[in-house]
């Protein structure tokens, strides 16, 4: 999956002008990463949630037991820069690297929540 994004942005990034990068944000711009904006708070905050309690993590871009600092920075860090690239990419394209991180936090929110832990916001 992570090299099949990487080749999908090669080719988006290789096959557009220059002056199609840095466009405004449109409105379902900013409407699609406020969605992918809560879901991913709201995983942030399960993951917290279940690794407190000792359950392994099974994202493989943590270890099976992160610290809280760890999980808060990439988060964190993951959201704010998820924001620029959209800003980034160009216009044509940015429906379909948001729906794709969408639907990704949406289906890491569902596990969390079969596994017995609700969708919650508590910071």
């Known amino acids: 999956m992570k090299r099949l994004l990487l080749i999908g942005l090669i080719l988006i990034f290789n096959n557009v002008n220059a002056n199609e990068y840095f466009e405004p944000l449109s409105t379902q711009d900013i409407i699609l990463e406020s969605v992918f904006t809560v879901y991913s708070l709201i995983d942030w905050q399960q993951t917290k949630n279940f690794v407190k309690d000792g359950i392994i993590e099974t994202n493989p871009i943590f270890e099976k037991h992160p610290q809280q600092e760890t999980i808060d920075s990439f988060i964190g860090?993951?959201?704010?820069?998820?924001?620029?690239?959209?800003?980034?990419?160009?216009?044509e394209y940015r429906v379909y690297f948001q729906v794709t991180f969408i639907r990704t936090e949406l289906k890491a929110v569902k596990v969390n929540e079969s596994n017995g832990y609700s969708i919650s916001i508590n910071f």
Do not use: A, R, T
């Open 77 to 91: 860090l993951g959201i704010i820069s998820h924001w620029f690239f959209v800003y980034m990419i160009p216009k």
